[in-house]
């Protein structure tokens, strides 16, 4: 672990929102101290309420209500509220399309769009209450949509443009959702992303779905059924502008986003309204150390919960000009963020581990092609970084001169919780530093016992906070069970971390069933059931084994039914058929035919086994409840390339 640590400078500490060490210590007691005025006094200042809250936080675990009572709407306090102040003519929505198409949208200019866009939705007959899928490519109407929904009380649930028709269908079953509002296609390296045509297929047992709202955006053709679908553009063309924000309860849902699990079904994460609100936007502070005139880039896809706290609700809340960027980061060359940075000017730039180090491997060449000393501070989302990607980001990005925020945080938490407060915190490469205000972390063993400083153990949180999921949708025993029942009256992370002398934490890595691919979350169960579904399947174990870029690259070990088959042909089109189960993001990197897999003497698949394989070829863990040990022997002596 590299020992080096980076103070902030005078300067940067001078102008920040927590500018030293003890003004982060005071904030930090407040909060743990005296929470319920910590939070009131901030939501009170932050928010706009329609009507204020009873109480500050009601805690009846494993449920907990933020500012109950308090009427409010995340629209609201993300557009109208700016439209008042000097920010109403204020770029909101920097854009830029694949092929160089350029947006800049003006807070008003939003409001307008939301407003007509919410319009057209109750033209369609919805209704707060609903739920809506988004599932849209990474336009500046992906982010309307969403407001719109907040804007009239619809929970929408945004679907990543990657996932396929078979994932699309499964959310929009589990949400019973009344519409899917999409577009024809996007681009992605320079090719069409087909989306419309995914919808379609994956509507046929979709029966609660009432009407597809349909966004012109790449113009080729797509099937439009009549009664069922229309087009964005038609829908809107006579609508008015004015649409008022509806009152909603503090604790209304603000969206569900589904994420993996450690079963084969995706949970449903709720968040709701106001405490979501208010974590998202103090972390553009106190993590970003926003400035008005600041140009802030998170280059996260708003299917991700991180497009939606960091692109949309919370830089929208706190009144920022947030970037959006439609492409891959490699089209048409390997200078696209570097060129977008130099074009806007870029402050604030928020990425991913996995981004940093493919850029890194393309060498310097492409950042020093361009001009990049807008940059005053960046960040790093979704996966542990690795101490020499955090040198090379801070070195030859940030020109040595920008701090780099580490944010630990899942799509359950909604917000940053653990990260430097860059004009306070020293950072060390590799560690999301300290907790927010309001974070209790803890590395404990599974009784719950806390481990000694510097040994690795299990992440938990101690007490609730603002942003928190609220329950998984439909299934309030899951969530009782995953996130409070592992250790007793405490959230379970699923993720093995350790603390350091200076109280810093280390975040390793999942405990769980659970991989982390290019800083996206994929259940091994969940391609395990897809890989089963193969005709020529008969059992299928996956697991995460380390990669270079992508830090884990999806390994799957298949035993087959009786037949012929060509094993290379076949795996192949294994590899085909999970990206057609699941989306082309999960497509596995390696697939590898056994005869049989390990098992326990009760017939459970030993994984951790299967991970030491991947991992160093070798087992060295106990094995005694092992069934048969050459299954083992015969799997280390297979080689990567088999
Ligand atoms: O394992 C942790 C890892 O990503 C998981 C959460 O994934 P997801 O819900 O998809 O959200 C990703 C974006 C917030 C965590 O349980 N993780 C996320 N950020 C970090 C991280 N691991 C180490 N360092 C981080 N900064």
Same mark, same amino acid.
């Given at each position: 672990?590299?020992?080096?640590?980076?103070?902030?400078?005078?300067?940067?500490?001078?102008?920040?929102?927590?500018?030293?060490?003890?003004?982060?210590?005071?904030?930090?007691?407040?909060?743990?101290?005296?929470?319920?005025?910590?939070?009131?006094?901030?939501?009170?200042?932050?928010?706009?309420?329609?009507?204020?809250?009873?109480?500050?936080?009601?805690?009846?675990?494993?449920?907990?209500?933020?500012?109950?009572?308090? &009427?409010?709407?995340a629209?609201?306090?993300c557009v109208?509220?700016?439209?008042?102040?000097?920010?109403?003519?204020?770029v909101a929505i920097l854009w830029e399309?694949?092929?160089?198409?350029?947006r800049?949208i003006?807070?008003?200019?939003l409001?307008?769009?939301?407003?007509?866009?919410?319009?057209?939705?109750?033209?369609?007959?919805?209704?707060?209450?609903?739920?809506?899928?988004i599932?849209m490519p990474m336009v500046p109407e992906a982010a309307v949509a969403m407001l719109?929904?907040a804007?009239?009380?619809?929970?929408h649930?945004v679907?990543f443009g990657?996932?396929?028709?078979?994932?699309?269908?499964?959310?929009?079953?589990?949400?019973?959702?009344?519409? =899917?509002?999409?577009?024809?296609?996007?681009?992605?390296?320079?090719?069409?992303?087909?989306?419309?045509?995914?919808?379609?297929?994956?509507?046929?047992?979709?029966?609660?779905?009432?009407?597809?709202?349909?966004?012109?955006?790449?113009?080729?053709?797509?099937?439009?059924?009549?009664?069922?679908?229309?087009?964005?553009?038609?829908?809107?063309?006579?609508?008015?502008?004015?649409?008022?924000?509806?009152?909603?309860?503090?604790?209304?849902?603000?969206y =569900?986003l589904?994420?993996?699990?450690?079963?084969?079904?995706?949970?449903?994460?709720?968040?709701?309204?106001?405490?979501y609100l208010?974590?998202a936007t103090?972390t553009m502070?106190?993590v970003f150390?926003l400035?008005?005139?600041d140009t802030y880039w998170c280059t996260a896809d708003i299917g991700w919960v991180t497009g939606h706290s960091y692109i949309v609700y919370g830089p929208l809340a706190a009144g920022a000009t947030t970037v959006m960027y439609e492409?891959?980061?490699?089209?048409?060359?390997?200078?696209?963020?570097?060129?977008i940075?130099?074009?806007f000017?870029v402050?604030i730039f928020y990425t991913s581990?996995?981004?940093?180090?493919?850029?890194?491997?393309?060498?310097?060449?492409?950042?020093?092609?361009?001009?990049?000393?807008?940059?005053?501070?960046?960040g790093?989302v979704g996966?542990?970084?690795?101490?020499?990607?955090?040198?090379?980001?801070?070195?030859?990005?940030?020109?040595?001169?920008?701090?780099? &925020?580490?944010t630990?945080w899942?799509t359950?938490?909604g917000a940053i919780?653990?990260?430097?407060?860059?004009?306070?915190?020293?950072?060390?490469?590799?560690?999301?530093?300290?907790?927010?205000?309001?974070?209790?972390?803890?590395?404990?063993?599974?009784?719950?016992?806390?481990?000694?400083?510097?040994?690795?153990?299990?992440?938990?949180?101690?007490?609730?906070?603002?942003?928190?999921?609220?329950?998984?949708?439909?299934?309030?025993?899951?969530?009782?069970?995953?996130?409070?029942?592992?250790?007793?009256?405490?959230?379970?992370?699923?993720?093995?971390?350790?603390?350091?002398?200076?109280?810093?934490?280390?975040?390793?890595?999942?405990?769980?069933?659970?991989?982390?691919?290019?800083g996206?979350?994929?259940?091994?169960?969940?391609?395990?059931?897809?890989?089963?579904?193969?005709?020529?399947?008969?059992?299928?174990?996956?697991?995460?084994?380390?990669?270079?870029?992508?830090?884990?690259?999806?390994?799957?070990?298949?035993?087959?039914?009786?037949?012929?088959?060509?094993?290379?042909?076949?795996?192949?089109?294994?590899?085909?058929?999970?990206?057609?189960?699941?989306?082309?993001?999960?497509?596995?990197?390696?697939?590898?035919?056994?005869?049989?897999?390990?098992?326990?003497?009760?017939?459970?698949?030993?994984?951790?086994?299967?991970?030491?394989?991947?991992?160093?070829?070798?087992?060295?863990?106990?094995?005694?409840?092992?069934?048969?040990?050459? &299954?083992?022997?015969?799997?280390?002596?297979?080689?990567?390339?088999?």
């Amino acid at each position: 672990m590299s020992e080096n640590v980076y103070s902030p400078t005078p300067e940067f500490s001078s102008r920040a929102h927590v500018p030293s060490m003890d003004a982060y210590r005071a904030l930090y007691e407040q909060a743990k101290e005296d929470p319920e005025r910590f939070w009131g006094e901030l939501a009170e200042k932050e928010l706009f309420w329609f009507e204020k809250w009873k109480h500050v936080f009601e805690w009846n675990p494993p449920f907990v209500k933020w500012f109950a009572g308090g &009427v409010t709407n995340a629209c609201y306090n993300c557009v109208d509220r700016h439209l008042t102040t000097a920010r109403k003519n204020k770029v909101a929505i920097l854009w830029e399309g694949e092929p160089g198409d350029q947006r800049m949208i003006s807070y008003q200019e939003l409001h307008r769009l939301v407003s007509r866009f919410a319009n057209a939705l109750k033209e369609r007959g919805l209704k707060k209450g609903d739920r809506a899928i988004i599932y849209m490519p990474m336009v500046p109407e992906a982010a309307v949509a969403m407001l719109a929904c907040a804007r009239l009380g619809i929970t929408h649930s945004v679907v990543f443009g990657g996932f396929s028709a078979e994932a699309l269908k499964a959310r929009i079953q589990d949400l019973e959702a009344a519409v =899917v509002i999409t577009a024809d296609g996007g681009w992605r390296r320079g090719k069409e992303v087909r989306l419309k045509d995914a919808v379609d297929q994956s509507l046929a047992d979709c029966p609660t779905i009432h009407s597809v709202v349909v966004l012109k955006r790449t113009g080729s053709n797509v099937n439009m059924q009549a009664g069922r679908d229309c087009w964005w553009h038609e829908l809107e063309a006579n609508l008015s502008e004015v649409c008022p924000a509806e009152p909603l309860d503090s604790e209304h849902p603000l969206y =569900v986003l589904y994420t993996s699990g450690t079963t084969g079904k995706p949970k449903g994460i709720l968040h709701t309204t106001g405490g979501y609100l208010l974590q998202a936007t103090m972390t553009m502070k106190w993590v970003f150390d926003l400035r008005e005139e600041d140009t802030y880039w998170c280059t996260a896809d708003i299917g991700w919960v991180t497009g939606h706290s960091y692109i949309v609700y919370g830089p929208l809340a706190a009144g920022a000009t947030t970037v959006m960027y439609e492409g891959a980061p490699d089209f048409p060359a390997f200078d696209r963020f570097w060129r977008i940075v130099e074009k806007f000017k870029v402050n604030i730039f928020y990425t991913s581990p996995t981004a940093i180090r493919a850029l890194l491997r393309q060498g310097e060449q492409w950042p020093k092609m361009h001009d990049l000393t807008s940059l005053r501070l960046l960040g790093s989302v979704g996966e542990p970084i690795n101490p020499a990607a955090w040198e090379w980001y801070h070195r030859v990005i940030g020109g040595g001169r920008c701090p780099i &925020v580490d944010t630990w945080w899942q799509t359950e938490t909604g917000a940053i919780l653990i990260a430097p407060m860059p004009g306070a915190v020293p950072l060390k490469p590799g560690s999301g530093t300290l907790p927010m205000p309001g974070v209790l972390p803890e590395i404990v063993d599974l009784a719950g016992k806390p481990v000694e400083d510097g040994k690795e153990g299990f992440l938990i949180l101690r007490r609730p906070w603002p942003s928190m999921l609220r329950n998984i949708w439909g299934d309030p025993k899951r969530y009782e069970e995953q996130y409070w029942g592992r250790v007793e009256g405490v959230y379970f992370t699923g993720d093995a971390a350790r603390k350091d002398k200076d109280g810093y934490y280390w975040v390793l890595g999942r405990v769980d069933d659970v991989m982390n691919v290019s800083g996206h979350r994929l259940s091994t169960m969940e391609i395990e059931s897809a890989l089963v579904r193969h005709p020529a399947v008969a059992e299928a174990a996956v697991v995460g084994k380390p990669h270079e870029i992508t830090g884990q690259a999806v390994c799957c070990f298949v035993t087959l039914k009786k037949g012929d088959f060509d094993h290379d042909k076949l795996g192949l089109e294994l590899r085909h058929w999970v990206g057609k189960e699941i989306g082309a993001f999960a497509r596995p990197e390696e697939i590898r035919f056994t005869e049989a897999l390990p098992k326990t003497r009760s017939g459970k698949i030993m994984r951790r086994l299967l991970r030491e394989i991947v991992t160093s070829h070798t087992v060295s863990g106990d094995v005694t409840t092992l069934e048969d040990m050459g &299954v083992i022997t015969r799997l280390a002596s297979q080689h990567d390339d088999d």
